[in-house]
């Protein structure tokens, strides 16, 4: 499949196969490593048999990072360091008894697959096409909109409901049997509200007649 892509959106699980996608993919790898002074062909050296083997550019970045048994390979590479070098030693560790290559770490495509693929995507989440309303979808409708017409007309009548509506909530918050509290009910004395119960008192010091009596 003859597909120009930039670099910046080669997908990274595609395996290129023709050499126009070995140059984008190659480009692609050194862009998302970070390694803008690489030397591409020295790098694409590398990585091209890598690509035959179904190696996709997602997976020469995962083993660069990782060891095939998941622990990390070491520091990142210096600018000291030569790209295709350091890869090279990098992916050595990737080799299975230093006879062949392991396994992708990570699953690739062709690119004929992957537009496939990209293309169902599309048309799945691609907006669906506006349905004329029936008849009970239009009654619906206009039901819907004279409502809010109707909150939209009156602001007054609107902020009236909304306080009848707070009243109810605080009315169902009363104990049964216990009328509502008025401000009338704050105008009046504590002693107005709750009868203290009065005891005698001795002017002298003040203590109640009726302990004094009982402890004598």
Do not use: Y
Not at 66 to 87: E, Y
Not at 100 to 126: C, F, S
């Amino acid at each position: 499949m003859r597909v120009q892509l930039d670099p910046r959106q080669w997908p990274g699980r595609v395996i290129p196969e023709t050499d126009v996608e070995i140059d984008t993919a190659v480009e692609a790898f050194c862009l998302r490593a970070n390694w803008g002074d690489a030397d591409r062909a020295g790098v694409r050296a590398v990585v091209a048999p890598w690509f035959a083997e179904q190696w996709s550019v997602d997976a020469l970045l995962l083993a660069v990072d990782n060891k095939p048994d998941g622990s990390r390979q070491g520091r990142p590479r210096n600018r000291d360091q030569v790209a295709h070098d350091f890869l090279r030693a990098r992916l050595w560790s990737w080799w299975q008894g230093g006879a062949q290559r392991a396994r992708p770490p990570v699953a690739g495509m062709t690119l004929g697959q992957w537009w496939r693929v990209n293309r169902r995507n599309a048309r799945l989440h691609q907006p669906r096409p506006r349905r004329p309303l029936g008849e009970a979808g239009r009654l619906a409708q206009e039901q819907s909109r004279e409502r809010v017409r109707a909150r939209l007309a009156d602001p007054v009548e609107r902020s009236r409901a909304r306080a009848r509506r707070w009243q109810e909530a605080l009315d169902g918050l009363l104990v049964p049997g216990q009328r509502a509290p008025t401000f009338e009910d704050s105008r009046r004395l504590l002693a107005e509200v709750v009868q203290v119960p009065a005891h005698p008192v001795c002017r002298r010091c003040g203590c109640r007649t009726g302990v004094l009596s009982q402890a004598a």
